[in-house]
């Protein structure tokens, strides 16, 4: 099992930036496929982007693509979630989540990841 704390959300301007931190626990993080999933309020969640095991694949959102980039560090038991160029629509609490499954086309999907974290509120003011 596996116990994920997001940190690093907070209120910014349009235009600016923020990253986001998953701390993971367990000494298994690097068997897991990582992803990020925001929800706003009154919507569904929906996926941001996702990250294999060792790193050497992403996935996107069309709409944030060139915008936001995942990364992990399986040292630290950290994934991240770099956020350029905000814009007020992107306003949602961020999860982070944790798939026991290798790499798949499946990463878009809530129901593919095993363990979440509790989020952490972005909020871009205009």
């Known amino acids: 099992q596996v116990q994920l704390v997001e940190s690093g959300g907070g209120l910014v301007q349009a235009g600016g930036s923020l990253r986001l931190s998953c701390a993971a626990s367990g000494r298994t993080f690097s068997r897991y496929t990582m992803g990020w999933f925001r929800q706003a309020p009154g919507k569904e969640r929906e996926f941001v982007a996702a990250?294999?095991?060792?790193?050497?694949?992403?996935g996107y959102a069309d709409s944030v693509k060139g915008r936001f980039t995942i990364s992990r560090d399986n040292a630290k038991n950290v994934v991240y979630l770099q956020m350029n160029s905000l814009k007020p629509e992107v306003t949602a609490v961020y999860y982070c989540?944790?798939?026991?499954?290798?790499?798949?086309?499946?990463?878009?999907?809530?129901?593919?990841?095993?363990?979440w974290g509790q989020g952490t509120q972005v909020t871009v003011s205009s």
């Open positions: 990250i294999s095991l060792s790193g050497g694949s992403t």
């Open positions: 989540a944790a798939d026991r499954a290798a790499w798949s086309g499946l990463y878009t999907t809530t129901d593919a990841y095993d363990y």
